[in-house]
């Protein structure tokens, strides 16, 4: 590996900037999840929470839980830790590789909480103070450090929690506008924005977050300096180009990055889903799930473009579902053959389309013969509606 490039991650704050942010995520913000997401407008990546108890006592567990190549900056490691020893220690052995560490505290999980950990922490906030202060004098700038924390029901708490962890040293704040009683629904807006007007430190704002256009409203409703996604950036990595559904070049790249990383055929499975088929959710089916209603709804609406021996609908951008025809007669077209892009057949598209031509035909007073043999299926389960529209039946004709 080549000289590891460091980012001062301060520097991405600027003034009216809003700095988009891939949420730690346990499983998903792995190596492969965050490349990918850079590749998409995305400014800051987080690892998933590393317990840095065993980060610090196992080489395993580092290799296990870390990796990293040259693509994944700026980088925040975000670790569960409620030992100044185990928080500075993983932070020391981790920094040559990132740019920033995190303390979690925000995991609202029964097991975080038995072990004192993630929103646990929040109740006792002496400790966190702590853990912060010293990470900050034990490792130079511009490295940074920073938490991610909830909001508590008492909002005033939240605010002081806030302002002493600023004056601990913190670099920025990760701030989910939820209570740890409550992971869905709406997040409190104001809350956050009291929070962000309490300190100078940057805040990112997170929370039921699905667009650009969230991203957007609630930089402008909070004033936050950036915007954290989890849910949303997982269902499409492309969220931060501003794009409102996977598109099918994410999918390509997604698998791209996995079959090029250094992954044994388990993990390879284990993040592109074949292991998952199954049963549990498999990312790569979460992904192409969005790529897929979005080319449906693409087939329904967009409008259907006609060439000299081409009838096309666009799928997605510059995939197009096609039709070749010759023509009889100047009303009349021979079918010969439907295309629908390879990575999308046997999903019911194919109906969709022909249901779309055979309209768009009808409707224009045309006449078809059918040679295309998928076409034909399509017209004797829907002999009724198109009984007018066929010059000549293909079951009728005499075999040669
Ligand atoms: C699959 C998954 C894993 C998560 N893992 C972590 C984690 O490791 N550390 C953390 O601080 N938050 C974690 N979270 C919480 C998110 O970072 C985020 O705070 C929360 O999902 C709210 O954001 P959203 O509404 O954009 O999903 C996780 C969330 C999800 C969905």
Redesign the pocket.
């Known amino acids: 590996m080549g000289k590891r490039q460091q980012t001062d991650i301060k520097t991405l704050f600027e003034p009216n900037k809003l700095v988009k942010v891939c949420?730690?995520?346990?499983?998903?913000?792995k190596l492969q999840f965050r490349n990918l997401v850079k590749k998409y407008d995305c400014d800051l990546v987080f690892t998933?929470?590393i317990l840095a108890d065993s980060f610090c006592k196992s080489a395993k567990a580092r290799s296990n839980e870390f990796t990293t190549n040259l693509l994944d900056t700026p980088l925040v490691a975000?670790f569960a830790a409620n030992t100044i020893h185990d928080f500075v220690g993983a932070s020391y052995l981790i920094s040559p590789y990132c740019d920033g560490v995190d303390l979690?505290c925000?995991?609202p999980q029964g097991w975080a909480r038995e072990q004192e950990l993630g929103c646990q922490m929040l109740r006792n906030p002496q400790s966190i103070y702590a853990l912060i202060r010293e990470c900050r004098n034990q490792i130079c700038k511009p490295f940074s450090v920073s938490v991610?924390m909830r909001l508590l029901k008492d909002l005033k708490k939240s605010v002081e929690i806030c302002r002493q962890l600023e004056r601990c040293g913190a670099s920025f704040l990760s701030v989910?506008a939820r209570t740890p009683e409550c992971s869905v629904g709406p997040i409190d807006k104001h809350g956050l924005r009291a929070v962000v007007e309490s300190v100078e430190i940057p805040v990112i704002g997170?929370?039921?977050?699905g667009s650009l256009e969230n991203c957007i409203e609630l930089q402008e409703c909070a004033k936050v300096a950036g915007v954290?996604?989890?849910?949303?950036i997982?269902a499409n990595p492309t969220l931060f180009s501003g794009t409102n559904v996977t598109p099918m070049r994410c999918v390509q790249d997604w698998l791209d990055i996995c079959y090029n990383s250094t992954l044994g055929v388990q993990e390879y499975e284990k993040l592109c889903g074949s292991e998952q088929l199954s049963g549990a959710p498999a990312h790569i089916m979460r992904l192409f799930r969005g790529f897929l209603n979005n080319a449906k709804h693409n087939l329904k609406n967009n409008p259907v473009q006609e060439t000299s021996k081409q009838l096309a609908i666009e799928i997605n951008s510059n995939v197009f579902a096609t039709i070749s025809f010759e023509k009889v007669d100047e009303n009349t077209y021979d079918l010969v053959h439907t295309t629908i892009p390879e990575e999308l057949r046997g999903r019911g598209l194919g109906h969709i389309f022909a249901e779309r031509i055979f309209d768009h035909l009808a409707g224009n007073g045309r006449k078809i013969k059918l040679t295309c043999e998928f076409l034909q299926e399509y017209f004797v389960k829907n002999r009724v509606k198109y009984s007018g529209l066929i010059i000549e039946d293909f079951e009728t004709r005499a075999a040669p």
Request: glycine share 16%.
């Open positions: 949420a730690p995520m346990v499983r998903y913000s998933p929470m975000q979690n925000g995991c991610k989910h997170n929370g039921g977050v954290m996604v989890a849910n949303g997982l």
